[in-house]
């Protein structure tokens, strides 16, 4: 077997939004939001099953899965690999989206149900050091809970690190298999949960259309492309930085080995910006 990278975004909506394997999604959902008893998913109704995207001449834009259970629960579950400018402002917009576009302009408030988010994240978001953060809105002195339908799920990839024989809830067999899927050969044996076994049969990339492996090849050289594109933008600032200090030392008259130590300049960067100086 060769399992896919869970975390890129054609894979992700393959295992996660599969109309035909629901009990994936219903898995994962009962064991990361700890759902039991009359709280339990039993099934979901997928709102944007998975679909091949196309890739001539557009962008590969599959980014979350969307779902409501038997009692009208609503999902959002969304990977975000990397860290993006004003994540959680964008995070409450498309909550506040998604709750208030279930009633139109004449319907009954009461008619609106609640909406749980789950954002699984491959950096380090909140200070919490526990790799699941759940986030409700509840009075600050007694803690009361009235704003029921609200609620932000966030599992951060980089602070879960149990090892395979390390593993003992479902929540974390399931963490694990998000995190470590594309390292592994085989289903691992401690898998017993229909839908995490499912999950592992759909990423197995053996199985894919030669049309879903292009796809996935090519969101994996997207994002490819995106890390490229922040480290050029992230060096750049940083020797513009180094640029700025090199002049000011400049007119103090400091020699070009000084501010080269100073600025891990070049000497004939230095001396370019002499020249400039001139």
Same mark, same amino acid.
């Given at each position: 077997?060769?399992? &896919? =990278? ?15 394997? @629901? ?6 959902? #009962? ?16 709102? #944007? ?13 599959? *980014? ?6 038997? *009692? ?16 959680? @402002? ?30 699984? /994240? =491959? ?39 149990? =090892? ?19 390292? /592994?050969?085989? *289903? ?9 076994? $499912?999950?592992?049969?759909? &990423? ?10 292009? &796809?996935?090849?090519? &969101? ?18 940083? #020797?513009?930085? @180094? ?21 891990? /300049? ?8 002499? $020249?400039?100086?001139?």
């Amino acid at each position: 077997m060769g399992f &896919a =990278d869970v975390k890129n975004d054609v894979a992700f909506r393959k295992i996660f939004g599969n109309d035909n394997r @629901k009990e994936t999604l219903v898995s994962f959902l #009962n064991a990361v939001l700890a759902f039991k008893g009359k709280q339990k998913i039993v099934e979901v109704k997928i709102m #944007n099953p998975y679909q091949l995207p196309k890739l001539r001449g557009g962008k590969v834009t599959i *980014i979350d899965v969307k779902a409501t259970d038997q *009692i009208g629960r609503n999902y959002i579950v969304e990977m975000q690999v990397g860290e993006l400018d004003g994540f959680a @402002k964008r995070v409450l917009f498309y909550f506040s989206k998604s709750y208030s576009e279930q009633i139109k302009r004449g319907d009954f408030y009461r008619q609106l149900k609640p909406v749980i988010f789950i954002g699984i /994240l =491959d950096y380090s978001f909140s200070i919490n050091s526990k790799y699941i953060s759940r986030h409700q809105i509840r009075d600050v002195e007694t803690h009361e809970h009235l704003l029921e339908d609200v609620e932000f799920n966030f599992i951060e990839l980089p602070k879960f690190n149990k =090892d395979l024989h390390e593993l003992e809830t479902l929540t974390e067999k399931w963490v694990y298999f998000i995190k470590n899927a594309e390292n /592994l050969d085989v *289903i691992p044996e401690n898998v017993d949960d229909e839908g995490l076994k $499912s999950a592992y049969q759909e &990423a197995n990339k053996h199985t894919w259309t030669p049309e879903e492996l292009e &796809a996935y090849d090519y &969101a994996l050289m997207r994002e490819e492309d995106e890390r490229a594109k922040l480290d050029q933008a992230e060096n750049k600032g940083k #020797n513009q930085e @180094k640029i700025k200090i090199a002049k000011r030392l400049i007119k103090r008259n400091l020699t070009n080995e000084e501010i080269a130590e100073d600025t891990g /300049l070049t000497s004939e960067q230095i001396e370019q910006l002499r $020249s400039e100086k001139q």
